[in-house]
């Protein structure tokens, strides 16, 4: 199992970032993908997920209405894409596969290496 | 949102010594935790889940136990690459769905 991440990103107060992961060594439609994130020299926050099998996503409420989690299964890659961007959004973005086939168990069993998304003027 | 608060921030020991690491929930999660082990520069790795269950690949001196709001993550002799951060992380029904613990660095004394 492997998940490729896009390169790091700088981006200016207000724009927005998409951010790639593309999935091998496994069918990429029979796990769910989450989206992490960790500013730095800080924790971990959940951002949500997307069921890559029927396009559904949950979002985390504090990202509702400025986060937006797609897929292209034609070439296993979950995207992510945050909308409105301020310095407080500065972190790497990591996305995860669940830990259980075709249900969100919310335990996060293999990660992409991260994605850093720096945002400043 | 149920917190989860770790401790200690910080614990300092040997290689070949005991590590005990805690968690404890703000309230009732039943066993829906786990445990990540992060290095610097790296993504977090997947320990324990539900609160007792080794992830494939992870040695056998990792062991989690607990349920309902307590929880311990122990490493029954430290080798060198065990020092890095520990996060717990819960699931439920409740707003958010999944949080996190603020860490605990576990370092070389």
Request: net charge neutral; charged share 15%; aromatic share 12%.
């Amino acid at each position: 199992v492997q998940l490729v991440q896009s390169g790091a990103e700088m981006k200016k107060p207000g724009a927005s970032v998409k951010v790639s992961c593309k999935a091998s060594g496994y069918t990429f439609t029979d796990y769910y993908i989450h989206w992490v994130r960790q500013a730095p020299g800080q924790g971990l926050e959940w951002m949500g997920w997307i069921n890559p099998h029927s396009g559904d996503t949950n979002y985390a409420q504090n990202f509702q209405g400025r986060v937006t989690m797609t897929r292209d299964t034609s070439i296993s890659t979950a995207y992510m894409e945050l909308t409105g961007l301020t310095s407080d959004d500065t972190a790497v973005y990591y996305c995860a596969r669940d830990l259980l086939e075709a249900v969100a168990v919310y335990f996060f069993a293999s990660w992409g290496q991260g994605t850093l998304v720096t945002v400043s003027s | 949102e149920i917190v989860l608060t770790q401790s200690p921030a910080t614990l300092s020991l040997s290689p070949g010594e005991r590590a005990t690491l805690s968690c404890t929930a703000s309230q009732n999660i039943y066993i829906y935790l786990a445990w990540y082990q992060q290095k610097p520069g790296q993504a977090p790795r997947l320990l324990i889940y539900d609160a007792s269950n080794r992830a494939t690949g992870i040695p056998a001196r990792f062991s989690g136990s607990g349920s309902g709001t307590d929880f311990t993550l122990t490493i029954s002799s430290l080798e060198a690459e065990d020092f890095a951060v520990y996060y717990c992380q819960q699931r439920s029904n409740w707003p958010p769905p999944i949080t996190f613990g603020q860490g605990t660095r576990l370092e070389i004394k």
